[in-house]
């Protein structure tokens, strides 16, 4: 079926002919855009995270401080923003959540310096809304911190040139791929954890054109979807040029979206994420193995979220809240977990 701004009559699809150039936007994207569109351009959801993990991993004596800067306590300033009013157990994030932490006025307040925990905290919060509830997402993001003896001072670097110019987010890339060859320059940091911080630090200034995450998620899509190879194991500008540039080629001919205006570069890179999340091969945020709270759930709660845990989700559900005054007794084992809604699944793992 046609989207709504296309004539009723116009074959629509991969080898739609009403428009050539249309031709070049994969039709799975076209289909996002609609549904998208239809439903009154819904944000991306917020999802849980689990603060107590990132806190103990850098509560650890060989992570626990940063030239003089408390990760924990900066982890903690990121629970504290994340925290959800109706539950103050619960802890969801999101984009414009994350987004407020790398506004300028926070990263340099007052005199035109940048404030070294407001960067670090900024950053911190962008692996925090990137790993999503991976359990290795700390170790990884305590390694970058703690494998390049001036991971502040560069940090801070590419703050400046993401927010500095409207070209910033592409010219702070470049500048991390030219210096990827000394040995600790962010050592670890690959782009698709990088271009993370890069889309915060943009979409948060309003100098800069945002400039959107390029990940595995986006990769595979790009592969499958519009036969084009990106690389993200190493800083390969080319690939991020060619990226940003089929997508503002794509927004060029698409329809307007809300208010009447030109899609935006993340609109389009979010819609390519809701289509692998659908497709269930994301890791990235919220996903069906990881699905957004919209519901509460009930005393027998099975979100039967895949058909491998549909097969072995047992009748009933255990009731981890029996006899308990504080509602959750115990941990649920690792075929317990299996069963579990992803709000009870984060309030036990919390």
Not at 11 to 30: E, F, H, K, Q, V
Not at 63 to 79: F, P
Not at 311 to 317: E, F, G, L, M, Y
Request: charged share 20%; with cysteine.
């Amino acid at each position: 079926m046609s989207p709504p701004w296309l004539p009723a009559s116009a074959p629509y699809g991969p080898a739609n002919s009403y428009d050539l150039d249309m031709t070049r936007i994969p039709s799975s994207l076209l289909e996002a855009l609609d549904r998208w569109q239809g439903g009154g351009y819904p944000p991306q959801p917020r999802f849980l995270w689990r603060p107590a993990t990132w806190e103990r991993r850098f509560t650890r004596a060989d992570a626990s401080t940063l030239e003089g800067i408390d990760l924990a306590q900066a982890v903690g300033a990121v629970s504290e923003a994340t925290q959800a009013a109706e539950d103050g157990r619960l802890h969801r994030i999101d984009r414009t959540i994350v987004t407020s932490l790398h506004a300028p006025e926070i990263l340099m307040p007052g005199d035109g310096e940048h404030d070294a925990r407001a960067v670090v905290t900024a950053f911190l919060a962008a692996m925090i809304w990137g790993y999503g509830t991976t359990g290795y997402g700390p170790y990884r993001t305590s390694r970058v911190l703690a494998s390049d003896p001036d991971v502040v001072k560069h940090l801070i670097d590419v703050a400046s040139r993401a927010q500095g110019s409207p070209n910033g987010g592409e010219d702070a890339f470049r500048h991390i791929a030219e210096h990827r060859g000394q040995a600790d320059y962010l050592k670890y940091l690959g782009p698709a954890f990088g271009t993370k911080f890069l889309y915060f630090l943009t979409a948060a200034s309003e100098v800069a054109d945002t400039t959107p995450v390029m990940d595995a998620v986006v990769r595979r899509w790009f592969r499958s979807e519009a036969d084009i190879s990106l690389t993200t194991g190493s800083w390969d500008t080319e690939s991020y040029q060619t990226y940003i540039g089929r997508l503002d080629e794509w927004r060029e001919q698409m329809p307007t979206g809300r208010g009447g205006n030109r899609l935006e570069r993340v609109d389009l890179e979010s819609l390519i994420f809701s289509l692998r999340a659908r497709a269930g091969t994301t890791s990235r945020g919220s996903s069906p193995t990881n699905p957004p709270l919209s519901t509460n759930c009930s005393s027998s709660c099975a979100p039967m979220s895949t058909p491998s845990q549909r097969r072995v989700a047992p009748r009933r559900a255990p009731n981890f809240s029996a006899g308990s005054a504080t509602g959750w007794p115990r941990r649920p084992s690792r075929s317990e977990r299996q069963i579990l809604c992803a709000l009870c699944r984060d309030r036990l793992l919390a």
